[in-house]
């Protein structure tokens, strides 16, 4: 089936403007996440949900980040005011479940979409 | 805090093995994960382990030992679309954050 997609895949913005990313995650999966990746570097959890939940946004960098899932499937990350230090590759990624149950973890792989590469000027 | 460290590049030949280690120091610890990743291309899963040994899995084979905060990616009979970074993610506080390291670029020569 179809995996985790992203729109749009480039990004140029001015330095104030506000932009808008979208997710489509895998049919199905419970689990969304967003993450930032600099060049050179690694993913940067930036916030998780489950179904329509936002359960942790602790990695988001300032006020001026905002994700929402309301339907519980499209996510949208939404950046106001952007800034020079807010060009990096935006992942997606989505997994079946990931649930604590009676006290145990159950982990599903976490499956990204190719990103959205933001640069703003 | 968190703390991934592995190396930063790392150059091979064409059929020949290479181990891609990883050290980490996190809070709470729910396993890991080896992730493949292209240029400007989205992370594939490789592998995950939440048990200390070594998972294989065709030519590639992953490592954990918990008590050290060690694990290592393991390619063997190298080809030449085996050039990627290679991320290394334990899984911290809950089931579900994933924690990455920096990445190592490898290079395979024919």
């Known amino acids: 089936g179809a995996g985790v997609s992203q729109s749009p895949r480039y990004k140029v913005a001015k330095r104030g403007q506000d932009v808008a990313l979208r997710c489509d995650p895998i049919?199905?999966?419970?689990?969304l996440f967003w993450y930032q990746q600099a060049l050179g570097q690694g993913p940067e959890f930036l916030t998780y949900f489950q179904n329509e939940a936002q359960l942790d946004k602790s990695g988001l960098p300032s006020d001026r980040f905002f994700a929402e899932r309301p339907e519980g499937s499209v996510s949208t990350l939404k950046i106001q005011r952007t800034q020079q230090e807010d060009s990096a590759v935006y992942l997606c990624a989505s997994s079946l479940d990931s649930t604590r149950e009676e006290g145990v973890s159950v982990t599903d792989t976490q499956y990204f979409g190719p990103g959205t590469r933001l640069t703003v000027l | 805090g968190q703390n991934i460290d592995q190396p930063t590049e790392m150059t091979a030949t064409e059929g020949a093995i290479v181990q891609i280690n990883c050290t980490y120091q996190?809070?709470?610890?729910?396993?890991l994960f080896w992730y493949q990743q292209h240029a400007g291309e989205a992370p594939t899963f490789l592998s995950y382990?939440?048990?200390?040994g070594l998972e294989e899995k065709g030519r590639f084979s992953s490592f954990l030992s918990r008590s050290k905060g060690y694990s290592y990616l393991l390619l063997k009979e190298l080809q030449m679309k085996d050039s990627a970074s290679y991320l290394c993610a334990p899984l911290v506080d809950s089931s579900y954050k994933l924690i990455f390291g920096s990445g190592t670029r490898l290079l395979v020569r024919p």
């Open positions: 049919s199905g999966h419970v689990s």
């Open positions: 382990n939440v048990l200390d």
């Open positions: 996190t809070s709470g610890f729910n396993g």
